[in-house]
């Protein structure tokens, strides 16, 4: 099975601008939850969709928004880019909450 | 204030030897709990997952251990390799899904 994928792998803004992130999930699984590491902070939780629903968010500001489409793929959408949301955003799945997440490589965002 | 602590917050080992991580939590109601490693640069990658009633489990040379009562958990490496220098998260979830992350151990392993 392929694993999580996310795309871009890189990204590059400047502040203001918008930012959009995706992830491609491991085939089957409908639970996608997005996190954001800094070294300071360490993961942070963002939000978890399931059955495209958001079952659950994080402590994070409403510039922070996500969806799930159909066929379980994300995408996380920054508005409004502060320099301190340069950061690693990880995208992880699971076939349902209870079992082992699955994480992708990450998106490293920076904002300038 | 964070529910999950790890502990040390780094350690240096040589090659060969073991060590050991710790994870003390105070999340509750408890559901399960879950070693990551994570290289530098890269996503975590789940080792073990333990329900309430599991005291241990293994993945290779990777060995984690449970004790509800006191809500502490550990994670011991047996005879370390330069590939085991990593980040090792703890994460606990609790029954409404919620994870809780600790801050990780680095661990670096030295020839």
């Known amino acids: 099975k392929a694993g999580v994928t996310q795309t871009p792998r890189y990204l590059i803004k400047t502040r203001g601008q918008q930012v959009t992130l995706s992830c491609s999930p491991i085939s089957g699984h409908r639970s996608v939850s997005w996190y954001q590491q800094t070294p300071g902070q360490g993961l942070q939780f963002l939000f978890e969709?399931?059955?495209?629903?958001?079952?659950n968010k994080g402590n994070f500001p409403g510039r922070f928004s996500g969806r799930q489409f159909s066929n379980s793929r994300s995408e996380m959408n920054v508005s409004t880019l502060e320099l301190g949301d340069s950061a690693l955003y990880l995208c992880?799945?699971?076939?349902?909450?209870?079992?082992?997440?699955?994480f992708g490589p990450g998106t490293r965002l920076l904002v300038l | 204030k964070n529910q999950v602590e790890q502990s040390p917050q780094s350690l240096i080992i040589l090659e060969g030897k073991n060590c050991t991580l710790q994870?003390?939590?105070?999340?509750?109601?408890?559901?399960?709990l879950r070693w990551y490693k994570q290289d530098t640069g890269r996503g975590p990658v789940s080792l073990t997952i333990m329900t309430f009633s599991e005291n241990t489990k293994s993945n290779g040379r990777y060995t984690a251990t449970l004790d509800a009562d006191t809500k502490q958990s550990s994670l011991h490496i047996t005879a370390s390799q330069l590939s085991d220098s990593a980040s090792y998260i703890c994460?606990?979830?609790?029954?409404?899904?919620?994870?809780?992350f600790g801050a990780g151990t680095t661990v670096t392993v030295r020839a």
């Open positions: 992880a799945s699971s076939p349902n909450e209870r079992e082992t997440q699955y």
């Open positions: 994870c003390n939590y105070t999340v509750s109601p408890f559901s399960n």
């Open positions: 994460v606990v979830s609790g029954y409404d899904y919620k994870l809780s």
């Open positions: 969709y399931f059955s495209e629903t958001q079952r």
